[in-house]
Every structure is written in C-alpha cells, then in structure tokens.
C-alpha cells in the first residue's frame, strides 16, 4: 500500500534559524510513530508541516496522493485527512463540546447536523467524556478537554492523527486518562504521529521511534533499538537525562 | 460547590448562603442603591424651582411624537434616526478598515492607517463643517443630514476600527490553527471561531463608543437640524426656561443611553457563553 505521509527533503527557516534540515521521512498506512527529541528541535514544526500550519521552504509534502504546495486549496484538501491534537488543546470555549465536535463534519464533510449529533455522541462516549456533551470547555478538567479535543479530530474520520505534546499540558494524574485514549486509538490501526515525551508510552505504542535533533532527524527505528541499542551519541545523551527521572 | 460547601462545614466555618440567594441579594441591594441616588439627584433638582408645566406641553416635540414644521422627523426620533444610521455606517467602514489594519498588503494598510488617523486625530465638529461647508466648493453639495451622517459615520468607524482590530488580535493563535486543522475554510473560521470570540471582546467598548455617539449627534445640529439638543435650545431661548429644557434634554439622552446599555448589556450575555461559566452575574 502506498505511503499515506512522504516528506521528501524539506527544509524550514524560522527567520534565521533552520529549523528543519533536509528532513525526509514516510509514514505507512497503520503505523504508529513517535518523535521524540530535546525542545527546539524542530519535532512539532516537523508535525505542522503534515497538515500544513507550517509552509516548507523547500522540498515536498504528500499527504495522502495531496502534495501540500503552499496555498490554502491544497492545505484545506489534506487536512480533511488528517486530525490534530495540540499541546493546549485549543477547544473553541463558546461552543459546547458536542458543538466542538459537530462544526467540522457539518461543513466539511456536509453531513446532516442529526446524524453529525449522532456521530458526535459515539466518539465522545469512546473517549469517554460522553456526559459532558452539553458542557462548555471551561466546565472541563484538562484531561477531559483533551479527550474532546481528540474526539473532535475524529468526528472529521481522519486517516492519519497528529499529536503534538497531547500531555505536556496536563496534571500528572490526568496524563493517563490521555493516554490509554491513544492507546486504545493505536490498538484499533489509527495511523499516527506523535511528539510526546512520554518513554513509557512510546514504547508501548510506536512502531518506530523517531529522534531529532537541530532540525534533522538523528536516528529512527523500532523502539527496541532506539531505548535499548541507542547508536547516535546525541540520543544516548537524550536518552540519559529524560530516562533519569 | 456543593464540596465546597461540605469542606467549610467540616472547618466549622459558616455556610454562605446557596449561589441563587448570594445573587439575587446583590441586586437587590444594586437597586436600592440606584433608588437612592436618583432620589438625591431629583432632591437637588428641586431647589431650581423648575416649571413642569411648560415641560409638559414641549415634552411631545422634544421626544419627536409629532413632524416638525417641514413634514420631517425631529426630537429625540431625528437624534436617534441619525445615530442608527451612523451606528450602521461606522460598523461597515470599521470592519473593512480593521481588515485594512489587519492585512499584508501594503495599500490596504496605509489606506486603513491614514484614514484611521486622519478621523481620530482631528475634531468631530471640524469634520461635520468641512464636510458641508467645503464639499460645496469642489462641486460636492450635500444637505445637512447628508453631510450629519457622513460625518459621524466616518469618525465613529475609525475609533470601531480599532476597536474592533484590537479584539480580533486577542484571540490566540491556537483557535485559528485548530480550525484549519478541522479543515474549515476562511471564512468559515471568521464566521464561527474567531469573530464570536472577538466579539466578546469587542461589545463592550463599541457600546461604550454608540452611547458617545448618541450624545455627539446633537453637533448635527449646527447643520440647522431639528434634533433634540436643538430643539431644546430653541425652546429655552423663546421661553427663557433654560433649566427646564437642558434637563428635559440631558434626562431624554439618559433614558436613551439607558436602553443601548441594556442591549449591550444582552449581548454581551449572548457572546459570553463558555467564558467565566463559573460567578457570572
């Protein structure tokens, strides 16, 4: 089957940092990524290039047959694809949750709002924040208005789901509740990427690890080797001050 | 709350009375407040011996209840016909200007930038006399209304402008990029995301701005315009009931004021959903 992500040697400058180096990497239908590396290294500029909330100065981007050029068309087409889930998760707070959920497939999918409702209600009981459909964002524990937020990514039927930090920003005892979501999700053959800095939950789901540094990946392979047989000094380095603790 | 309440109790702490209760108290209490000072206002108003009664014979012509002498509109329903239209005027000028202000394209923001600086940093009576004094010498000859709304409509849509750009520019970039990660088009974002957000924002200072406008109509007067200010001021020279015909004036734009804050005050209410959920008022 063809790759559903193929980034082909893309490069990005922030003004007069370069922030992604000849970056090349494809992500295969059903595959579970992970990429880890320290902060600043260019992971979550990476993920924004999938979806196309970042441009590339050079180099190219094919999301699923959709080669993102730049303009808003092509951007729009691809991200009906693809879900994201940010680091804060960016819940619109004057609308409900069940409003949050059912806004995109009204209009980008055209489905009727009963039947959107519906669809709505089954994703938000599967994350398992289905009592609170007729709350608004701000009534929620970070943990549960993450949940949403990953229920409204999936109400669009993405094939591909982006995770940028999905945990960074939540109390330690919510960290979980996120978790065994994206577990459950990786379990059911969602495709995905996520940048996290969760080890443990990286080697329980990755299927291959990725590792940046400076704007270029360092090391890639399945977790086994990545924790265990670390070849690039860097990672060696990261591994030993992240595992410390 | 109900946790809340049960930690106090274990703390042997008293009980505050249910949220409901708590709420109605305070307007209550907003109420007597307002009772009282209207009273003490109307108490010191006493000592100017006022004359009611000539008062109530002019009080149809200044609310505008009858056609002036020329068949038009005049009082406080000319006052209120020139701040509407003007209210609506600005809002358009204001939203394309903020877009001005807003956007990358050079021409658009100097365009947007001169205008915005031209109208807020001269005099609104200025504007109103070169509007209908020198437009007629270039060929552009406007009437009194005319000339009254363009006016008002152009000062009052450079300070929405800004308004309006300022709440635009506080909503965080995270609500923009969710969006366009579900997908929605551009003006989709605007119509759903970011403008209801911005608009919360921005009601409370652009009620502020129509309450202002309301009183600034009455400079239209000098355009030989039959509004209320002008009005009561003919009245108190014929009649040398100066007293009588200010207040009358001043309370008729207060009971007005009065009514754009409470539909500012409903919509702001509308717009606030989701936000501060918890100790609203």
């Known amino acids: 089957m063809a790759d559903l992500v193929t980034i082909d040697r893309i490069n990005k400058w922030h003004g007069s940092l370069h922030a992604l180096r000849d970056v090349s990497l494809t992500v295969a239908p059903h595959e579970r990524l992970v990429i880890c590396g320290p902060s600043g290294s260019g992971k979550s500029t990476l993920l924004r290039c999938i979806n196309g909330l970042e441009t590339c100065d050079s180099g190219d981007v094919v999301v699923d047959g959709t080669r993102l050029t730049g303009d808003a068309r092509s951007a729009r087409f691809a991200r009906r694809e693809v879900g994201m889930v940010f680091q804060s998760f960016n819940l619109f707070p004057h609308m409900t949750v069940l409003e949050n959920c059912i ?7 055209k489905t009727p709002k009963r039947e959107a409702e519906d669809l709505a209600r089954s994703v938000l009981d599967r994350v398992r924040v289905g009592a609170h459909a007729g709350k608004y964002p701000a009534q929620l ?8 937020a990953i229920a409204r990514a999936l109400c669009l039927a993405p094939k591909i789901m982006l995770f940028d930090e999905p945990t960074s920003a939540l109390d330690p ?6 978790l065994e979501i994206i577990v459950g999700l ?9 940048v996290t800095h969760e080890m443990a ?38 591994l030993g001050s992240i595992l410390k603790n | 709350m109900a946790l809340d309440a049960e930690v106090r109790a274990a703390a042997g702490r008293p009980v505050s009375a249910p949220r409901v209760t708590r ?21 010191g108003c006493r000592a100017l011996q006022l004359d009611f009664g000539y008062v109530a014979q002019k009080l149809p012509f200044l609310l505008g209840l009858r056609l002036g002498p020329d068949g038009f509109i005049q009082g406080a329903v000319l006052t209120l016909f020139v701040t509407a239209v003007s209210m609506v005027c600005a809002l358009g000028i204001a939203m394309i200007t903020a877009a001005g202000r807003l956007s990358d394209n050079p021409v658009a923001f100097a365009f947007a930038t001169f205008y915005a600086s031209l109208f807020r940093g001269t005099p609104l009576l200025v504007q109103v006399l070169i509007i209908y004094l020198a437009l007629p010498q270039i060929g552009v000859v406007l009437g009194g209304l005319t000339s009254g709304l363009i006016a008002l409509s152009l000062n009052y849509g450079a300070y929405l402008a800004e308004t309006i750009r300022s709440g635009m520019m506080a909503i965080p970039l995270g609500q923009r990029e969710a969006a366009m990660a579900l997908s929605l088009p551009r003006w989709l974002i605007l119509w759903k995301v970011t403008g209801p957000q911005a608009l919360r924002l921005i009601i409370p200072p652009a009620g502020a701005l129509f309450v202002s406008m309301l009183k600034d109509s009455a400079l239209v007067s000098i355009l030989g315009l039959w509004e209320l200010n002008f009005l009561a001021q003919s009245y108190a020279r014929s009649s040398f009931r100066y007293m009588e015909m200010l207040l009358a004036a001043a309370l008729i734009y207060w009971a007005l004021s009065i009514v754009f804050e409470i539909v500012q005050f409903r919509l702001e209410r509308r717009f606030g959903r989701g936000v501060a959920v918890v100790g609203r008022r």
């Open chain 1, 103 to 109: 806004l995109a497939p009204i209009w980008v999918r």
């Open chain 1, 141 to 148: 524990s970070g943990g549960e208005q993450q949940r949403v």
């Open chain 1, 173 to 178: 005892e919510m960290i979980n509740e996120v």
């Open chain 1, 186 to 194: 990786a379990d059911s053959g969602m495709t995905m990427v996520c």
């Open chain 1, 201 to 238: 939950f990286a080697r329980r789901v990755a299927d291959r690890i990725v590792f940046m540094d400076g704007g270029e990946i360092i090391e890639h392979g399945p977790p086994a080797e990545i924790f265990d047989a670390p070849r690039a000094e860097r990672l060696k380095a990261f």
């Open chain 2, 23 to 43: 709420k109605s108290h305070f307007r209550i209490q907003v109420w007597a407040t307002w009772t009282v000072l209207a009273l003490l206002l109307a108490w």
